[in-house]
């Protein structure tokens, strides 16, 4: 009786993880979704300045913007592990400024890195640029393993993107968002319109949370058929 009572609370409590763990990775498509459709929606409205949009607070959902600015002489930032067609690369960011604003983070692009890891050269434009795009909001973190090394002039290669780190190593404190150039604009390198936070776009979150579902039915299938067999016995 015990020994049932046992394999009978396990069985629910394997069931509950992995149902919950399914109803988790639906919410995260929910909100990748709703993070989509905001950038889509940002980019079909006009462009607002980007000094009124950095005056306000960070950006939740995506928002047009149009600006003049000016990068700054502060390393660039290359964010590892950035996956494009199936290739791995780099993310470039520099920090600029426009006329009476908070410093802002800019997405130049992303650049492929070989095999034997060495930094691709990247170019930081020069002079005054008139950039329209979407400020968004602040990059995922992730799962930190260890601390950015920040080694290098020119450029650092980074694990993560960290506001109070920036500020700490550059003396200058950006604003909490990014400002993204639009993928047609002639700055930086390759960029693609609506660049998910981070990786799983919502289609591969549905994915996961069936097979979430479809293993939490499955322990109660397999527990059911078990114990009807030992009721006929």
Same mark, same amino acid.
């Given at each position: 009786?015990?020994?049932?009572?046992?394999?009978?609370?396990?069985?629910?409590?394997?069931?509950?993880?992995?149902?919950?763990?399914?109803?988790?990775?639906?919410?995260?498509?929910?909100?990748?979704?709703?993070?989509?459709?905001?950038?889509?929606?940002?980019?079909?409205?006009?462009?607002?300045?980007?000094?009124?949009?950095?005056?306000?607070?960070?950006?939740?959902?995506?928002?047009?913007?149009?600006?003049?600015?000016?990068?700054?002489?502060?390393?660039?930032?290359?964010?590892?592990?950035?996956?494009?067609?199936?290739?791995?690369?780099?993310?470039?960011?520099?920090?600029?400024?426009?006329?009476?604003?908070?410093?802002?983070?800019?997405?130049? !692009?992303? /650049?492929?890195? #070989?095999?034997?890891? &060495? $930094?691709?050269? +990247?170019?930081?434009?020069?002079?005054?640029?008139?950039?329209?795009?979407?400020?968004?909001?602040?990059?995922?973190?992730?799962?930190?393993?260890?601390?950015n090394p920040w080694e290098g002039q020119g450029a650092v290669l980074l694990t993560y993107l960290d506001r109070d780190e920036i500020d700490r190593r550059t003396g200058i404190s950006?604003?909490? !968002?990014? /400002?993204?150039? #639009?993928?047609?604009? &002639? $700055?930086?390198? +390759?960029?693609?319109?609506?660049?998910?936070?981070?990786?799983?776009?919502?289609?591969?979150?549905?994915?996961?949370?069936?097979?979430?579902?479809?293993?939490?039915?499955?322990?109660?299938?397999?527990?059911?058929?078990?114990?009807?067999?030992?009721?006929?016995?």
């Amino acid at each position: 009786m015990l020994r049932r009572l046992v394999w009978t609370v396990l069985a629910l409590l394997l069931a509950g993880i992995f149902a919950t763990l399914g109803f988790w990775q639906h919410g995260r498509a929910g909100e990748k979704q709703r993070w989509l459709d905001g950038y889509a929606a940002a980019m079909a409205a006009p462009p607002r300045p980007l000094a009124d949009a950095l005056a306000g607070p960070p950006p939740e959902v995506p928002a047009r913007v149009r600006a003049a600015v000016d990068f700054l002489p502060t390393p660039v930032l290359l964010l590892d592990n950035q996956q494009r067609e199936g290739r791995v690369g780099v993310r470039a960011y520099a920090l600029a400024t426009t006329t009476g604003s908070t410093p802002v983070l800019v997405e130049l !692009g992303w /650049l492929p890195m #070989g095999a034997n890891r &060495a $930094l691709p050269q +990247v170019t930081v434009p020069s002079g005054t640029q008139i950039i329209e795009g979407v400020l968004l909001p602040w990059p995922g973190q992730g799962l930190r393993l260890a601390e950015n090394p920040w080694e290098g002039q020119g450029a650092v290669l980074l694990t993560y993107l960290d506001r109070d780190e920036i500020d700490r190593r550059t003396g200058i404190s950006p604003y909490h !968002g990014v /400002l993204q150039p #639009g993928p047609a604009q &002639a $700055l930086g390198y +390759v960029r693609d319109a609506g660049t998910l936070p981070n990786t799983l776009p919502p289609e591969r979150h549905r994915g996961y949370a069936v097979q979430w579902w479809g293993l939490s039915l499955t322990v109660m299938v397999v527990y059911l058929i078990l114990a009807l067999r030992r009721s006929v016995k």
